[in-house]
């Protein structure tokens, strides 16, 4: 999959742009709030219906317009265009996938699979464990089959046997959906450990080249303890999550531990630190997607130079030429990134939200 044209409207700063990106790296540069991470957030948002820097839509929308709009021609490995559409405006969503109105995120974002990293990545580590699990969720979706239902099955027991224990239901009643919800479950658990056995050597193997001194550790949790079935879990927690209102274990709570010799990463290692270990967390996963699934994916980096001292950013770059994914990257400078290793590249000039071409 890759992006072959993108009209971006009335998206932060940028009133009407169109984008022709080129299969290989596309080096967006321009001065500060030019509007370059604007761009990339816009591809994010295509792919995502939610932006990576923030949750509220009327921070995307142009200031004074009453919604945004991206356009986009996705390129399929058999060469055939999806457009992709997305009407937004402060209270009401439109998508349009081959022209037909969808209303799941997921049919759009099955079709355009899109990974960023950008200066803020680091909370990833920092924050709370539901970023974690959409880290996990996010190849899952994209490479295991029936993940999307099974998850939707499990939320919908989830939510009743929840709002059964709020209203303080009868035993019986709480314990009706315990079955299906240890049957999803079950299910759930397997493609995720299923997908993080094949993307953790990815990891490792990038891990190992930037990280000399210290030891980190990303590892696995499913959101129950390894030995006990979920069953006997709801079973003997009934009473206590009656009290709270609310189911304790189960996928809902699954989480990926990152750890710096034996210590939470979340202190042990540096804020730069920490980019670069989520931002190396992102690359193997678009790596995983490629090679297992044959499919490119597409790759945003916001802000590469200013993320790195040079030795780590020539490391980077040299990762990303054996890469098999269309990727956009922000400078503030053309020179700062060395694109040489690149066939098939294009720069584009940002102005205060407007485009140019510069080869
Ligand atoms: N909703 C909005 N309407 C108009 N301008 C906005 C909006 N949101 C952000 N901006 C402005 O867009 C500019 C571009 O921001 P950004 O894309 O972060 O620039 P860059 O990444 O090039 O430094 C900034 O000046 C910012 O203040
Ligand atoms: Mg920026």
Redesign the pocket.
């Known amino acids: 999959m890759r992006l072959a044209h993108l009209q971006i409207q009335n998206f932060?700063?940028i009133e009407n742009i169109q984008l022709t990106p080129v299969k290989g790296v596309n080096l967006i540069y321009?001065?500060?709030?030019?509007?370059?991470?604007?761009?990339l957030?816009a591809i994010y948002y295509l792919s995502h219906i939610r932006s990576f820097r923030t949750r509220h839509v009327?921070?995307?929308?142009?200031?004074d317009c009453s919604y945004l709009q991206l356009v986009a021609k996705i390129e399929t490995p058999e060469k055939h265009i999806i457009p992709l559409g997305i009407r937004r405006s402060r209270n009401k969503s439109e998508i349009r996938v081959n022209k037909q109105p969808v209303n799941r995120v997921s049919e759009i974002a099955a079709k355009f699979p899109v990974v960023a990293i950008h200066p803020d990545s680091y909370t990833l580590i920092t924050g709370n464990p539901g970023q974690r699990r959409q880290y996990l969720d996010w190849g899952v979706f994209h490479v295991e089959h029936g993940f999307f239902q099974a998850w939707q099955r499990f939320k919908k027991s989830l939510l009743q046997r929840n709002a059964a224990l709020k209203s303080r239901q009868n035993a019986d009643v709480c314990q009706m959906w315990n079955k299906e919800i240890r049957n999803s479950a079950n299910y759930i658990d397997q493609l995720r450990q299923q997908y993080f056995v094949s993307l953790i050597p990815y990891i490792n193997e990038l891990i190992q080249l930037f990280f000399t001194i210290e030891k980190i550790e990303v590892e696995y949790k499913r959101g129950w303890p390894a030995d006990l079935d979920l069953l006997e879990l709801l079973d003997r927690n009934l009473q206590k999550e009656r009290i709270k209102g609310y189911t304790y274990y189960g996928p809902h709570r699954a989480e990926i531990s990152i750890k710096g010799n034996d210590q939470s990463a979340q202190t042990f290692i540096s804020r730069g630190q920490q980019n670069t270990l989520v931002a190396l967390m992102r690359l193997a996963q678009a790596m995983q997607f490629t090679e297992v699934t044959s499919r490119s994916c597409v790759l945003l980096y916001?802000?590469l130079a200013a993320e790195l001292d040079e030795k780590h950013r020539e490391m980077i770059l040299s990762v990303l030429t054996k890469m098999n994914i269309q990727l956009f990257i922000?400078a503030i400078e053309k020179q700062q990134i060395d694109l040489s290793a690149w066939h098939v590249k294009e720069m584009f000039h940002?102005e205060h939200?407007s485009l140019s071409t510069s080869s």
């Open positions: 932060r700063n321009g001065d500060n709030a030019a509007g370059k991470t604007s761009i957030e009327t921070d995307l929308i142009l200031r916001d802000d922000t940002v939200g």
